[in-house]
């Protein structure tokens, strides 16, 4: 089955203890992005992939980073977290460059608390 | 402030009416795609439209670009519990944008 898989599900930690959120897509996507999905805010882009070894920010990056070592995997990496990082995450992958013209596929999300 | 605004934000309707959720912007689009997120999943593609004034319909939902192509709508005829979810636009130009969506409720 053609999919995006994030892990954790769900995650709670503490203020400044370093987390990874893993993402894999099965569908040899060049393009790969992460979002955060916030109350009245909408999906916003945190950083994005265009392929192998190529990252940008997207529109609310900092205090986020990431890497691209393999096509599949695009890993998100919170060095210090803290509560304003409180939030629902979704990583997704599409064919292409990401403009829109191909869909995009949305993992099931991670909802990560930071208390 | 969102590049695509979305009305209304919420909407809560009978199982049999119909409904239009509407997604407007300043800006031009190359193209713009429609999504449903259910509770605790991530959001899925419903509809890309790419040429001005284009109309796309899948089942009940009918899909309408802007001959501008700044704005969209998204039709459902005789709605049914099963399209309740948060329906989100998400415009394309050098990257997509998404507006906070519209969360439907079909009562049965």
């Known amino acids: 089955e053609a999919q995006v898989t994030q892990n954790p599900r769900y995650l709670i930690t503490v203020t400044g203890k370093k987390l990874t959120v893993t993402c894999s897509q099965n569908?040899?996507?060049?393009?790969m992005s992460w979002y955060r999905q916030d109350p009245g805010l909408g999906l916003r882009q945190i950083y994005y992939?265009?392929?192998?070894?190529?990252?940008d920010k997207g529109d609310v990056p900092e205090g986020y980073k990431v890497s691209r070592k393999e096509k599949r995997n695009f890993p998100l990496i919170l060095e210090s977290p803290s509560p304003n990082q409180t939030s629902l995450y979704f990583c997704a992958s599409s064919f292409g460059q990401g403009m829109g013209n191909y869909g995009y596929t949305f993992g099931s999300g991670t909802r990560l608390t930071v208390v | 402030t969102q590049l695509l605004e979305q009305s209304p934000q919420f909407l809560s309707i009978q199982e049999g009416e119909n409904l239009t959720v509407y997604c407007n912007s300043s800006?031009?689009?190359?193209?713009l795609q429609w999504y449903r997120q259910e509770p605790g999943e991530g959001p899925v593609l419903l509809v890309t439209?790419?040429?001005?004034?284009e109309v796309k319909k899948l089942k009940r939902l009918t899909f309408q670009f802007g001959d501008a192509r700044k704005d969209s709508s998204l039709h459902i005829t005789a709605a049914q519990p099963g399209d309740t979810g948060l329906y989100l636009c998400a415009g394309a130009d050098y990257k997509l944008s998404f507006g906070a969506g519209t969360t439907v409720t079909v009562r049965a």
């Open positions: 992939s265009m392929n192998v070894e190529v990252t």
């Open positions: 569908m040899n996507h060049e393009y």
């Open positions: 439209v790419v040429t001005g004034g």
């Open positions: 800006s031009v689009f190359s193209s």
